[in-house]
DNA sequence: TTAGTCCAATTTTTT
DNA sequence: ATTGGACTAA
């Protein structure tokens, strides 16, 4: 297909700073690749002095993918990747500016928290003075807006200097050779600002650099931005302030609305037609979208045609919506729409739970997106820090990983002691467990025999990094160990190890070390859960399967027919982003956006009237978002009623507001059977879910929705 | 000092 | 419902 004129204008621009602004569905992917493609064709760029950043390792791939297919030849080498991997591959080479050994290891989420509440219980403060979390979540804004802990704000919190522990933090990361997510970020900004020589080098690496999803990059990122092209000034940025949705990891839109001011001379490009979805779906986004005043006002113009209106379905509780949400799968997939172009969209991970189980009843192909990556998993961790002692590149947080694991008879106290020793010797974890092949004192004794293990089996496994891992783990009874959690659920970890197993011996010949394996699991947390629940029984060619995911993981995706499911107050907006104010409540509405706009063909939307949250029920509200819309471009359930009111027959939504003499002012959620017999479900604001019959209700119709 | 039992807090979203 | 943390027995 060809370029439009904005497309091709934007993709054939010379050197300097663009601005694309890419409405949902505009292209803007094709934009980038027919750029990057014409950067090199017409204006002998170099490909491997082209840098496109990515929000995901996923957009990296397919970006990847399509640029070798346009250019062939590998993609001719263009490097591509995210903030976070490409920062790392900085950092790789020059940690040591910054006191690192360039064998530093990032840290993740979860050893990331234990770190934090060792810290606070080594000072004797408990998480009802300060939450650990609350502490992270802070020392992570600060990294967002690219402050270390010497210049930012102080900040106390019962009389505790935050600032103190997050240079504390700091002081204990660098002591373990470890960053964490953010400060792969921060540690290439202090690179390219406080060390000239290296911040040359790197400035130096690229002649042109494209970002995608630019609504999404935090300060930090912006900084780095700024830092890494300011001599070349070759920056090119596509986003759309609708479509930010990661403020709460300190994204911000004045970024991509302030962009010419930034960058003198930016040219501005606006790609304005949709080519995605039909005019109908495009149609109640724009509605939807509208509501949110702080935004760049643009349009976003169908190129389809109306197609079918979007439907709203008011479900009795999460297992009715998960049954409806089958049945429209299967409606779909009899309309001969192929199960991987139909996505179930949700707010919350939990959600995925009952529609997995129904989804799976009802024998259709599933994958979920998401939810606890493969390298989170507690048993490939364990394996990874098996590994990694194996390979001589293990630090303190891997030893004490496994230290009791399988039971050695080390507690909790053993294991800090041993963790003492570690240090006081000075030698890396891996060679101090050496040592204590012959004995050691106190605890580590314990680890003797462990280590003689590891000796023994180590030069065999350099040799063949691929092997060793499962005998090791059999041999210090770490497989066995796992007995423990019944036989189900072990022979389910003793496959993932398997599957790790495989994955190193891939790695392997492609000739990755230890180090970058390493790497490459903890960019890659995230990966996708293959098939959970009976998929054996199925028979589906893999790829053929229905994508369960969040609504946060659907950004840059498109799909047939989407079902966006939990739309209702609390979760869509959710209620910890009221909290937050307007702000928080104008990002869920473009977390809504994002959803419809996956969707090319077919829109369900679907909300239930109960939903269990922890042990007790929940009866939500309608979403604020689609509660006003009219029937004719989010349609629903209707009935034909007479009302004591207007006197006459009405239509009477499912969403329309009544009023009951008693029990004062609600919305209809549901109707059931017909006549005069015709009972309708009304929540009301005060005095919840009714069912009434119609005729004797004496209702007072507020607004028809 | 460790291991097992009981109780509490937890969940918004991700690199 | 699950999981980490505190408490208690050995």
Redesign the pocket.
């Known amino acids: 297909m060809q370029l439009n004129d904005a497309q091709q204008h934007a993709a054939e621009a010379g050197g300097g700073p663009q601005l694309i602004l890419a409405g949902a569905g505009s292209g803007k992917t094709r934009t980038i690749i027919h750029r990057i493609g014409h950067l090199i064709a017409a204006n002998h760029v170099a490909p491997h002095r082209i840098l496109a950043v990515t ?3 996923k957009a990296a791939a397919e970006l990847r993918a399509r640029l070798s297919q346009l250019i062939g030849d590998d993609g001719g080498g263009v490097v591509s990747g ?4 490409i920062s790392l591959s900085f950092l790789r080479r020059h940690a040591e500016a910054l006191g690192y050994p360039k064998s530093f290891q990032v840290i993740d ?1 979860d050893d990331q928290k ?1 770190l934090i ?1 060792r810290l606070l219980k080594a000072r004797n403060i408990s ?1 009802d003075t300060l ?1 650990p ?1 609350y502490l992270l979540a802070w020392i992570e804004h600060c990294k967002h807006a690219a402050l270390t802990a010497d210049v930012a704000e102080a900040q106390a919190w019962n009389d505790i200097d935050m600032r103190e522990l997050y240079a504390a933090y700091q002081q204990e990361l660098l002591h373990h050779e470890r960053m964490d ?2 400060d792969l970020i921060l540690n290439t900004v202090r690179l390219l600002k406080e060390h000239a020589d290296v911040a040359a080098l790197l400035r130096a690496r690229f002649d042109h650099v494209l970002v995608d999803e630019y609504q999404d990059t935090n300060p930090a990122q912006h900084m780095w931005l700024q830092l890494l092209c300011s001599e070349h000034r070759n920056l090119t940025v596509v986003g759309d302030d609708d479509q930010s ?1 990661y403020g ?2 300190g994204a911000d839109v004045r970024h991509i609305l302030d962009f010419e001011s930034v960058w003198a001379g930016a040219a501005v490009h606006r790609l304005e037609h949709n080519y995605r979805s039909t005019a109908a779906i495009l149609d109640l986004a724009n509605a939807v979208i509208a509501g949110n005043s702080d935004r760049h006002i643009k349009q976003l113009r169908a190129t389809r045609d109306a197609g079918e209106t979007p439907f709203w379905q008011i479900c009795q509780d999460e297992y009715d919506e998960a049954r409806r949400i089958s049945a429209a799968l299967r409606h779909w997939h009899q309309q001969g729409v192929a199960w991987r172009d139909m996505a179930v969209l949700y ?4 959600q995925s739970l009952p529609i997995e189980q129904m989804v799976n009843e009802a024998e259709i192909p599933y994958r979920v997106i ?1 939810g606890v ?1 493969f390298f989170e998993r507690m048993e490939i961790k364990d394996a990874l820090a098996y590994w990694a002692l194996l390979h001589g590149i293990a630090d303190a947080l891997h030893l004490r990983r496994i230290a ?1 694991k399988p ?9 800090q002691r041993i963790v003492e020793m570690l240090a006081v010797s000075g030698m890396s974890a891996a060679d101090w467990l050496d040592t204590l092949a012959d004995g050691g004192v106190g ?1 580590s004794a314990k680890l003797a025999s462990l280590a003689r293990l590891i000796g023994e089996q180590r030069s065999d496994a350099m040799q063949q990094p691929d092997m060793g891992l499962g005998r090791l783990l059999q041999d210090c009874g770490y497989l066995e160990s796992l007995q423990a959690m019944g036989e189900i659920e072990a022979a389910a970890r003793r496959e993932n190890i398997q599957a790790l197993q495989d994955y190193i011996a891939i790695a392997a010949g492609e000739g990755m070390t230890p180090i970058e394996f390493l790497d490459r699991a903890a ?1 890659l ?2 990966g996708e859960q293959v098939n959970r629940g009976d998929g054996a029984s199925h028979n589906e060619t893999d790829g053929e399967t229905v994508s369960l ?2 609504l ?2 659907a950004k840059g995706l498109e799909f047939t027919a989407v079902v966006l499911s939990g739309v209702e107050e609390g979760l869509l907006p ?4 009221l909290d ?1 104010g307007p702000a ?1 409540l104008s990002e869920e509405r473009r977390l809504l956006y994002v959803g419809m706009t996956r969707a090319k063909d077919y829109l369900l939307l679907t909300s239930a009237r109960m939903r269990r949250n ?2 007790d029920m929940q009866f939500p509200q309608p979403s604020r978002f689609i509660a006003q819309l009219a029937p004719e471009i989010l349609a629903r359930e209707a009935v034909v009623a007479e009302i004591a009111n207007p006197g006459t027959d009405c239509e009477l939504n499912i969403g329309s507001s009544v009023r009951h003499p008693s029990f004062g002012e609600g919305v209809i959620l549901g109707v059931e059977g017909a006549g005069d017999a015709v009972r309708v479900s009304v929540e009301f604001r005060n005095a919840g879910t009714k069912r009434l019959m119609l005729k004797y209700a004496a209702l007072e119709i507020i607004s028809i929705a």
Do not use: C, D, Y
């Not at 707010?347 to 939990?350: L, N, P």
């Open positions: 929000f995901t390792n995210t903030f976070h991997a989420a234990a509440k998480s939450h979390g997510f953010s949705i709460w990891r707010r919350t991970a939990r998401g990556g009791n039971k050695r008879g080390i507690g909790a106290v053993g294991e605890p960019l947390q995230s995911m969040s946060h993981r959710h209620q910890r982003s937050e928080g922890f042990g």
